[in-house]
């Protein structure tokens, strides 16, 4: 069974990279003594410069990473975990695939009926990180230096809030796919009650931390937001009960602005129907004409 996001998942980013297709100019800064850091610690006052190659490097780590926590998950029922899934009909094209979809069948190109559940991957390396005489010493939880990594960066739950909301306009095809954002790191306070509030909208379904301990000498760090828009994970078991949870039972988004004559209108008629799974068929039915 696959693990949660731990440090020795970084050495083992590192490690990889290193030994296959990357120097540590690309993985690491270098500082004016010649230390080589994962990230500028607090404390450095020297001369910085932006790190951009390993932002893929970790992005495909990650993804890859994903879909093997969710590959187990996936196919004790009869599903499988994909990454780069492409799906026009929802907006998922190869410029812009899903990082990782849980899919019916094992391809790549899906139709819209066929994806059971869609992931958005915001990760990134957590501590810091020397690489010292090829060796890696962690030197600090991401409290100690100056980086903002995963969910934390504002920029990343940016991305990750457009991309569900160009996936949930593309069309009603995709009302019925939940879309979560797995990210290893907590979420600010600026975040909380919009997580909250886009839980609730229905736009995602939640913003997920794989990450049980991201600070050292088990550093308070939240768990969950009020309504549970973000989570933080501790185990396997409980990000895959969540997941049996959230697909246990069809859910269906649906969004609309009308004044309240027209909704009571709506109301109205669909509440003539017999049972209550056809009054909300007829409710998504009026209320999207």
Not at 30 to 35: E, L, Q, Y
Not at 48 to 71: C, H, M, P, W
Not at 89 to 104: F, H, M, N, Y
Request: aromatic share 12%; glycine share 6%; net charge positive.
């Amino acid at each position: 069974m696959y693990e949660l996001w731990t440090k020795e998942k970084e050495i083992e980013f590192f490690r990889q990279s290193l030994e296959n297709f990357a120097e540590p100019e690309q993985l690491f800064y270098i500082s004016d003594n010649g230390k080589y850091y994962a990230y500028w610690p607090k404390s450095y006052k020297g001369k910085k410069f932006t790190l951009q190659s390993r932002n893929a490097l970790i992005g495909n780590f990650t993804e890859k990473y994903s879909v093997d926590l969710l590959q187990n998950f996936a196919k004790e029922r009869n599903l499988y975990a994909v990454q780069g899934v492409i799906c026009k009909e929802i907006g998922l094209t190869p410029q812009s695939p899903s990082d990782v979809a849980i899919c019916k069948f094992k391809s790549r190109e899906q139709k819209a009926e066929d994806i059971v559940a869609i992931f958005e991957v915001k990760m990134s390396i957590v501590w810091n990180w020397e690489y010292r005489n090829g060796k890696l010493i962690c030197i600090g939880d991401y409290k100690t230096h100056q980086g903002n990594p995963g969910l934390l960066r504002s920029d990343s739950m940016l991305k990750a809030i457009g991309k569900s909301i160009n996936i949930r306009v593309s069309g009603y095809k995709a009302s019925k796919i939940p879309i979560i954002i797995l990210g290893n790191t907590p979420i600010t306070e600026s975040y909380f009650n919009k997580v909250d509030h886009l839980k609730k909208a229905g736009i995602i379904q939640g913003f997920w931390s794989t990450n049980p301990n991201p600070l050292d000498n088990n550093g308070e760090n939240i768990k969950s937001t009020k309504h549970k828009g973000f989570i933080r994970f501790d185990s396997i078991q409980e990000l895959y009960n969540a997941l049996d949870e959230l697909l246990i039972e069809e859910m269906e988004f649906f969004s609309s602005m009308k004044s309240k004559k027209q909704l009571g209108q709506i109301i109205e008629i669909a509440n003539r129907e017999a049972t209550y799974e056809q009054k909300a068929e007829k409710f998504l039915k009026l209320i999207r004409e």
